[in-house]
């Protein structure tokens, strides 16, 4: 079955305590990204990858990492979490630019 | 700044009738417009998409209406079911630099018996 798989789906921790929020891809997709979702401004970029090594900053990059060292990989890494980073996130990948994003199922972050 | 804006925040629609979410847009570079659905505890998941080259298109109950001159689409269901309850997100793909996708800011439907 065709699917992006992000792990943990929830996650509590504390101010500064680094962590890393998994995802997996089995479609040999070349685009991956991930998004942040909060009540009323919807679903924002964080990071991007159009391949393997090449990442870029999305529109909300501040306080995030990500690495692609493989192609169906990409982590999304916070060294040092703030109770502002408190969010849903997603991680999405995509073959073509005008085929559709397949998103996982979210992480829900509480940093407190 | 929300270069997708998107209206209602919430919508109440009777089973049965038509629900409408509207979408705005500014920038001209934004040439492929999808609309997302989510229900609760799930990511979202790719409903139906338009290029600027057509005004409507239609997949069943659900129809994108888009005007160009105007910088505005819509999404249309007609004969909204229970089973259409979730959060609708519109979103504009960019053609320049990284063909991102811009999302509006999501309308949560509500559809009543």
């Known amino acids: 079955e065709a699917q992006v798989t992000q792990n943990p789906r929830y996650l509590i921790t504390v101010t500064g305590k680094k962590l890393t929020v998994t995802c997996s891809q089995n479609?040999?997709?070349?685009?991956m990204s991930w998004y942040r979702q909060d009540p009323g401004l919807g679903l924002r970029q964080i990071y991007y990858?159009?391949?393997?090594?090449?990442?870029d900053k999305g529109d909300v990059p501040e306080g995030y990492k990500v690495s692609r060292k493989e192609k169906r990989n990409f982590p999304l890494i916070l060294e040092s979490p703030s109770p502002n980073q408190t969010s849903l996130y997603f991680c999405?990948?995509?073959?073509?630019?005008?085929?559709?994003?397949?998103f996982g199922s979210g992480t829900q972050l509480s940093v407190l | 700044q929300q270069q997708v804006k998107q209206s209602p925040q919430s919508l109440i629609v009777q089973k049965g009738g038509i629900s409408i979410i509207n979408c705005a847009y500014e920038?001209?570079?934004?040439?492929?417009f999808p609309w997302y659905q989510q229900f609760p505890g799930k990511g979202p998941a790719l409903l139906i998409a338009?290029?600027?080259?057509?005004s409507e298109k239609k997949e069943g109950r659900f129809t994108i209406s888009f005007n160009k001159s105007a910088k505005q689409f819509s999404l249309h269901i007609m004969d909204s079911q229970p089973g259409d309850s979730a959060t609708y997100f519109c979103?504009?793909?960019?053609?320049?630099?990284?063909?991102?996708?811009?999302f509006g800011t999501g309308t949560r439907l509500t559809i009543i018996p």
């Open positions: 999405a990948s995509r073959e073509d630019s005008y085929e559709k994003l397949f």
């Open positions: 479609m040999n997709h070349e685009y």
């Open positions: 990858s159009m391949n393997v090594e090449v990442t």
């Open positions: 920038n001209t570079a934004f040439d492929y």
């Open positions: 338009i290029r600027p080259d057509v």
């Open positions: 979103a504009a793909r960019d053609n320049f630099g990284n063909e991102k996708l811009t």
